[in-house]
Nanobody, 125 residues
Framework: QVQLVESGGGLVQAGGSLRLSCAAS????????MGWFRQAPGKEREFVAV????????SYQDSVKGRFTISRDNAKNTVDLQMNNLKPEDTAVYYC??????????????????WGQGTQVTVSS
């Protein structure tokens, strides 16, 4: 069955870095754009970053541009999110997701078909 398993979350001080990884199985990974979303307590799930099927194109939420980098390895079926210069407002549960087949760089949660269970990222001030 389809599985997306996130790892790499944790507690970090402001200004620090974390690298999230998502391992995919049960579907043809290279055929799907992959995204990262996050949800803070009491807030809606929001788009963070997306990478195209080939990895050649990416898109980011404005608040993370220049700090976060999304990448993928189609040979290993993984998608990563490198997060640098973390801020307390980055605190959230982070989810990886596979987009609906055929979409390029979707940013809306409704455009994603498969979701992981999430990993907690906490940034202390």
């Amino acid at each position: 069955q389809v599985q997306l398993v996130e790892s790499g979350g944790g507690l970090v001080q402001a200004g620090g870095s974390l690298r999230l990884s998502c391992a995919a199985s049960g579907f043809t990974f290279s055929m799907y754009a992959m995204g990262w979303f996050r949800q803070a307590p009491g807030k809606e799930r929001e788009f963070v970053a997306v990478i195209s099927r080939s990895g050649g194109s990416t898109s980011y939420q404005d608040s993370v541009k220049g700090r976060f980098t999304i990448s993928r390895d189609n040979a290993k079926n993984t998608v990563d999110l490198q997060m640098n210069n973390l801020k307390p407002e980055d605190t959230a549960v982070y989810y990886c997701a596979a987009a609906l087949l055929g979409l390029g760089l979707p940013t809306g949660a409704g455009s994603y078909r498969f979701w992981g269970q999430g990993t907690q990222v906490t940034v202390s001030s």
